[in-house]
């Protein structure tokens, strides 16, 4: 069974940019979830899809939005960069999307740079 | 606020050496789960504790969940080199089991 894929693993970018990040689920799992990975505030939840809707959602401001396909497939899009968007990316799918127990299995994440 | 404090934050041990890691909370939670994270990669779940005062046993790992489901701890036995990177906590609060709440995590590094 194919684990979660994220592209693209690394880019650069300069502040101002634009920048989409995708996630492709385990196959059969309807939710997906983004997080930013950063040294000092380690994992802060950005928002969570399910079945193409968003269900929760961080506290991140607009400038980080996201969306979710009928394949279930997952973009995360973040305008205007800034320095301190730099960090690593994650995507998470899970089966039951957010049940008390819930298993989250991890892509390898997109490491974004901004200069 | 961190609702779910780990400690140490940072750990380096020789091979074979024990160790326990703490992940607290003032908060109770329906249950909270492990992940060890390697460097390039994406987190990997360990374990899901549920009941209060459960003990789950992975080879070398032992994770154990609080009487009151507050806290939890990972000992590792007999540490190897593989076991280096990240170990994260997170747990789903008792009071909003829709969102995981994630420790900062310990960051361990087993030397040969």
Same mark, same amino acid.
């Given at each position: 069974k194919a684990g979660v894929t994220q592209t693209p693993r690394y880019l650069i970018k300069t502040r101002g940019q634009q920048v989409t990040l995708s996630c492709s689920p385990i196959s059969g799992h309807r939710s997906v979830s983004w997080y930013q990975q950063t040294p000092g505030q380690g994992l802060q939840f950005l928002f969570e899809y399910f079945s193409e809707t968003q269900r929760n959602k961080g506290n991140?401001? #607009?400038?980080f939005s996201g969306r979710q396909f009928s394949n279930s497939r997952s973009e995360m899009n973040v305008s205007t =960069?800034? =320095?301190? /968007?730099?960090a690593l990316y994650l995507c998470a799918s899970s089966a039951? #999307? #957010?049940? /008390?127990t819930g298993e989250l299995f991890f892509g390898e994440g997109s490491r974004l740079t901004v200069l | 606020t961190q609702l779910l404090e780990q400690s140490p934050q940072f750990l380096s041990i020789q091979e074979g050496e024990n160790l326990t890691v703490y992940c607290n909370s003032s908060s109770v939670f329906s249950s909270l789960q492990w992940y060890r994270q390697e460097p390039g990669e994406g987190p990997v779940l360990l374990v899901t504790v549920v009941t209060g005062g459960e003990v789950k046993k992975l080879k070398r790992l032992t994770f154990q969940f609080g009487d009151a489901r507050k806290d939890s701890s990972l000992h590792i036995t &007999? &540490?190897? $080199?593989?076991? $280096?990177g990240l170990y994260l906590c997170a747990g789903y609060h008792a009071g909003n089991n829709r969102k995981l709440i994630w420790g900062l995590g310990t960051s361990l590094a087993v030397n040969p």
């Amino acid at each position: 069974k194919a684990g979660v894929t994220q592209t693209p693993r690394y880019l650069i970018k300069t502040r101002g940019q634009q920048v989409t990040l995708s996630c492709s689920p385990i196959s059969g799992h309807r939710s997906v979830s983004w997080y930013q990975q950063t040294p000092g505030q380690g994992l802060q939840f950005l928002f969570e899809y399910f079945s193409e809707t968003q269900r929760n959602k961080g506290n991140f401001p #607009g400038r980080f939005s996201g969306r979710q396909f009928s394949n279930s497939r997952s973009e995360m899009n973040v305008s205007t =960069l800034e =320095l301190g /968007d730099s960090a690593l990316y994650l995507c998470a799918s899970s089966a039951s #999307g #957010g049940a /008390d127990t819930g298993e989250l299995f991890f892509g390898e994440g997109s490491r974004l740079t901004v200069l | 606020t961190q609702l779910l404090e780990q400690s140490p934050q940072f750990l380096s041990i020789q091979e074979g050496e024990n160790l326990t890691v703490y992940c607290n909370s003032s908060s109770v939670f329906s249950s909270l789960q492990w992940y060890r994270q390697e460097p390039g990669e994406g987190p990997v779940l360990l374990v899901t504790v549920v009941t209060g005062g459960e003990v789950k046993k992975l080879k070398r790992l032992t994770f154990q969940f609080g009487d009151a489901r507050k806290d939890s701890s990972l000992h590792i036995t &007999a &540490a190897q $080199t593989g076991d $280096t990177g990240l170990y994260l906590c997170a747990g789903y609060h008792a009071g909003n089991n829709r969102k995981l709440i994630w420790g900062l995590g310990t960051s361990l590094a087993v030397n040969p």
